[in-house]
């Protein structure tokens, strides 16, 4: 398997590499420490951290209406969110994978980025040596006005078209809701309230699509657009995987990775709260499950349970305001 490739945690063989080994299902056994629950603590340290790192999940943007992947609300139409985002789904049915990606736009554009969201854009104009890898797509942080210099989107983003063939380089930004008429949404099935009730509903008729429906690539003219995200299997974006590793391998240490919203499931992001606390990081964990992350908790981690878009700006006031 390619190193780079957006991948489960549980489909490795082996931990037969380090690297591999932060995120195999094995390391997620019950820790001899126990996290620290005080927000002190958490204060006194953020207060003197220079160089801070967020790894942000869909769980930041739940509180703002969205469903996360795994867990309630992680089925469409009865298919797992995660069957569809491979190259595989969107050759077998491109119509389905379409009125799959196009949802999700609609439901993004819809909702509005909550109380976390703006508190770490202020972060990251209150704190130079703040970055955040967001394995997000809804282009919520973007909404906030976290600034982009210090936002590396892991998984792309719902609003960039690319040619689904890779030949071509075509790509394009691109917020039209829906991204062609033929992917409208009835107006039954739009309402974002709990995203659970509408977008699993097997029951509800899709219109049928045939490819001629469907956004084509205005460059070649011969291929269909695809959204812009990373799908199972595919590499991550190059540019974003070296500003993680140039961020990481600077000679400074790093004084904190808060994780926030995210299961830690899916490689290479996973990996990134091992690598950070081998420079140096305290791990601080906000989800709504009191899980460890992944390689178990260590002495002087942090784990605030409950909903980030309360927990979050709590956690940054004394940086923030
Ligand atoms: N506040 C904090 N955490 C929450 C909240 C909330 N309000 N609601 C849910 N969570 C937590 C859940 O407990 C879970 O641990 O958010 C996490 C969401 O996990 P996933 O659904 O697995 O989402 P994520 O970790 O972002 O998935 C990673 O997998 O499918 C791929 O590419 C996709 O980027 C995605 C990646």
């Known amino acids: 398997m390619l190193r780079g490739c957006l ?4 489909s490795f063989p082996s931990a037969s590499s380090s690297i591999r080994s932060n995120i195999t299902m094995a390391d997620r056994q019950p820790s001899v420490f126990e996290p620290q629950t005080d927000l002190e603590s958490f204060h ?3 207060k003197k951290s220079k160089r801070v790192l967020a790894l942000l999940g869909a769980g930041l943007s739940a509180s703002s209406g969205l469903p996360t992947f795994r867990g309630a609300g992680g089925l469409w139409r009865s298919v797992k969110s995660t069957d569809l985002a491979t190259p595989q789904a969107f050759a077998r049915n491109p119509g389905l994978s ?3 990606y196009n949802y999700r736009r609609h439901m993004s554009l819809s909702v ?6 703006y508190a770490l854009a202020k972060l990251a104009r209150k704190m130079p040596g703040f970055v955040t890898l967001s394995q997000n797509v809804d282009g919520l942080s973007q909404r906030a006005d976290h600034p982009s210099d210090r936002l590396h989107l892991l998984h792309g983003t719902l609003f ?4 689904s063939d890779e030949r071509c380089d075509y ?3 691109n917020y039209t809701d829906p991204v062609v008429p033929a992917l409208a949404i009835p107006a039954d099935q739009a309402q974002p309230a709990g995203s659970v009730v509408d977008i699993s509903d097997s029951m509800v008729a899709l219109p049928s699509l045939t490819t001629y429906d469907l956004p084509h690539c205005p460059e070649c003219k011969r ?3 695809r959204p812009g995200v990373v799908w199972f299997g595919e590499a991550l974006p190059e540019v974003v995987l070296n500003k993680a590793k140039d961020y990481l391998a600077a000679p400074e240490n790093i004084d904190l990775i808060m994780v926030i919203g995210t299961s830690a499931q899916v490689w290479p992001a996973a990996g990134y709260i091992g690598q950070a606390r081998a420079r140096g990081a305290r791990v601080c964990v906000v989800n709504m499950d009191s899980d460890a992350p992944p390689g178990g908790w260590k002495q002087g981690d ?7 878009a309360v927990l979050v700006p709590e956690l940054l006031k004394p940086v923030i305001g």
């Open 160 to 163: 960039d078209l690319k040619c």
């Open 44 to 46: 006194t340290h953020l």
């Open 7 to 10: 991948q489960h945690a549980t």
């Open 223 to 225: 291929n269909l657009l």
């Open 171 to 173: 790509r394009e930004e």
């Open 98 to 100: 379409w009125q799959f």
């Open 112 to 117: 509005e980025p909550n109380p976390a969201h």
């Open 302 to 308: 942090w784990m605030f349970a409950g909903d980030a």
